[in-house]
């Protein structure tokens, strides 16, 4: 008799234990095809960074890349690259961009010809659709002659990618969000001067994208409109950019450095990180924080970093 007992109570319990298992399972299947278990995260700024961010929302992954450049953004379901890292970059930025099952790219920028923004460019495009593909065009008899740059025409006129030359006032849309070009706006030998400059505005917040361009750039955009809350800081921190003038007019309340750790160029440079400091900026720096990932509602912005 005990057995028997035994035996209906453990059927009982099993019972119960499978009608658990399956709200369970519906209840994560429900929060999965509404966003639910997405947008819970978010508020909470736990948001798993490899997720896309729902409809309503721009988000701008800077990748820890060394002292190299590779950013994501991402808004209602379509996806712009601006920069693939240096050669050995280009498994980590494909592998973080497939994370989010992206099959296509609508932009693709390559502010310059330098190999930490375009090395690990080709391996990158050799996974994803393209539906532009911007760069700045460097004047006649200062063109890249590195091999990483006419292996990446080469490639580029392989696939049947076509290059757009990005001009100053060349505007397109990623979603609802605004991209503008706002460089490069004169010619110059220095291919970090021709570094393609881009503004993108997500309902009231702005983000700021400078490549490597340095002071002179900044001087001539200082009667542009350039203020915004976000600042992907030039060229890994450098001494020759972000200066006090170019801070004073953008207003970034958060700047964020890609730079490698304990890199041989001393980037960030400590009189950088106190004009950012002297603005107001909240830093984060890829070497210390690892991938910055910044998310906009379009009213407000918030900041997730991979060592949080």
Not at 9 to 14: N, S
Not at 64 to 91: P, Q, S, Y
Not at 214 to 229: C, K, P, Q, Y
Request: some cysteine; hydrophobic content about 40%; charged content about 20%.
């Amino acid at each position: 008799m005990i057995a028997r007992l035994r035996d209906k109570v453990t059927a009982f319990c099993r019972r119960w234990w499978a009608l658990l298992l399956a709200l369970l399972l519906l209840l994560c299947f429900v929060s999965e095809i509404t966003g639910f278990t997405d947008r819970l995260l978010l508020l909470s700024g736990v948001a798993d960074p490899h997720v896309l961010p729902p409809d309503g929302q721009l988000q701008v992954h800077t990748l820890d890349v060394g002292n190299a450049d590779a950013l994501l953004l991402l808004c209602d379901g379509e996806a712009m690259l601006i920069d693939a890292g240096e050669h050995n970059d280009g498994d980590t930025v494909t592998e973080y961009l497939q994370h989010f099952g992206i099959s296509h790219l609508k932009y693709v920028v390559a502010t310059h010809a330098d190999a930490d923004h375009i090395g690990g460019m080709r391996e990158v495009l050799k996974h994803f659709s393209v539906g532009e593909y911007w760069m700045a065009t460097m004047p006649y008899g200062a063109e890249p002659t590195t091999a990483t740059y006419l292996n990446l025409l080469s490639f580029l006129s392989e696939r049947q990618i076509t290059v757009t030359e990005a001009t100053v006032g060349m505007t397109r849309t990623l979603g609802d969000a605004q991209i503008r070009v706002l460089s490069p706006v004169f010619r110059s030998e220095d291919a970090n001067e021709q570094s393609v400059v881009c503004m993108v505005t997500y309902g009231d917040t702005r983000f700021l994208f400078m490549g490597d361009a340095g002071e002179s750039v900044e001087t001539t955009l200082l009667s542009d409109a350039i203020r915004a809350d976000f600042l992907k800081v030039s060229h890994h921190g450098a001494d020759n950019a972000t200066s006090e003038a170019f801070l004073r007019r953008v207003s970034p309340s958060v700047a964020v450095i890609s730079c490698g750790r304990d890199n041989l160029y001393g980037h960030p440079t400590a009189a950088v990180l106190s004009r950012l400091e002297k603005a107001g900026a909240c830093v984060y720096r890829t070497d210390h924080n690892g991938c910055v990932v910044v998310s906009s509602d379009g009213t407000d912005i918030r900041v997730k970093t991979e060592t949080e």
